[in-house]
């Protein structure tokens, strides 16, 4: 049975549950960020402190910029070790998946976690949940799982076991999605969850600068060829969008993770609103969109892009070229706007 989020009792119930199980997997998505990794690593720490079996599985890489948070270098690649990510998987009791919304987000692990008899748990912002768990804790108002993940330790009868380890781990998501504290940190719970863990040791400004100032000779000068050769700014449409084909990936020797967070440089001008950010990949292009404050870019994510999100944040692909996949956003743009109740 499906439990929605009604705060106490499903924490309640997930308390329940990891008491209950010794062996227990943590899933995360595809392509990883700070908030999955951060998420997985403090619940792992916590639950590890309980004497609990515990592995993270993740379907592929994490950037090297996370490789920082105690036992990274443990989290099991799907890709790389997929007999020991099944076997966790037959044996485990209890599975939590956190930080995605559908199982289609954990590709090839989905064919085994639908076999599982296990306890499933999610945990998780994102809109949207589709149900195939047994106990969903998901709230989209929060800023990260890795707030849920805090709140959820903060609310059971073990929270004396929040270490400055767990903590790091945890701000390291919440920093993630909240770009330290500039978007989806309207609610004051969330500076009470980050008082928590400044108070269980997390030195702020040091978490900080291992997300965010980790920046290659290589990748700086990536994003100043993209600002200043590939952004394409209509002030009239409070919209701004940045492209990278791959021939400019060839030549500034792109990796895995580089262009993480350029498509919020946009939102720094005046008055843009909108922001997207067009990859070209082997066989399709890779969207990310932002947008500011109550305006809504997730919804032509869904509808033209096949893809989704928060309403500040979402992402999408497209099979066709870069140069048509560009205009066909731009096509999409006063729609975008009308249904924004913009007037330009
Ligand atoms: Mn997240």
């Known amino acids: 049975m499906t439990t929605n ?11 329940l549950a990891y008491k209950q199980f010794d062996n227990i997997a943590i899933i995360i998505h595809v392509n990883p960020d700070g908030d999955a990794v951060g998420s997985a690593l403090g619940l792992f720490h916590f639950l590890k402190k309980m004497k609990k ?14 490789s920082w948070m105690i036992a990274s270098n443990e ?22 998946f956190l930080d995605f919304n559908d ?6 692990i989905d064919q085994h976690v639908k ?28 800023s990260s799982t890795a707030e849920l993940v805090c709140d959820l330790i903060l609310n059971s009868n073990e929270k004396i076991l929040l270490d400055k380890t767990i903590a790091e781990c945890l701000f390291a998501g919440i920093l993630t999605d909240t770009i330290s504290f500039t978007v989806n940190s309207h609610r004051p ?26 920046f290659s000779e290589q990748r700086m000068r990536l994003l100043g060829h993209i600002l200043n050769n590939r952004m394409n700014v209509m002030p009239g449409y409070k919209t701004a969008y940045l492209y990278l084909t791959k021939e400019d990936q060839k030549q500034y020797s792109f990796a895995m993770g580089d262009s993480e967070g350029f498509v919020n440089y946009p939102l720094s001008i005046k008055g843009i609103v909108f922001s997207a950010f067009f990859m070209e990949k082997n066989d399709h292009i890779k969207i990310s969109f932002r947008s500011k404050g109550k305006n809504k870019i997730n919804e032509i994510a869904v509808k033209y892009f096949d893809g989704g999100g928060h309403r500040n944040a979402a992402g999408g692909e497209s099979k066709d070229s870069l140069e048509k996949t560009i205009d066909n956003f731009v096509k999409r743009i006063p729609e975008l706007l009308k249904s924004n109740d913009i007037h330009v």
């Open 5 to 15: 989020h009604k705060h106490k009792a499903v924490f309640e119930a997930i308390n």
């Open 53 to 66: 079996n515990v592995s993270i599985i993740a379907p592929n890489d994490f950037p090297d910029f996370l």
């Open 75 to 96: 989290i099991i690649r799907y890709n790389r070790q997929t007999e020991k990510a099944v076997q966790i998987i037959e044996n485990a009791d209890l599975i939590f």
């Open 103 to 108: 199982i289609d987000r954990v590709p090839k």
């Open 115 to 142: 076999q599982s008899k296990a306890v499933k748990i999610l945990i998780d912002h994102h809109p949207n949940p589709t149900d195939f768990v047994d106990i969903m804790l998901s709230e989209i108002e929060v």
């Open 189 to 214: 719970r969330t500076f009470q969850i980050a008082s928590e863990l400044m108070i269980a040791g997390v030195d702020r400004d040091d978490v900080h600068d291992k997300i965010f100032n980790n």
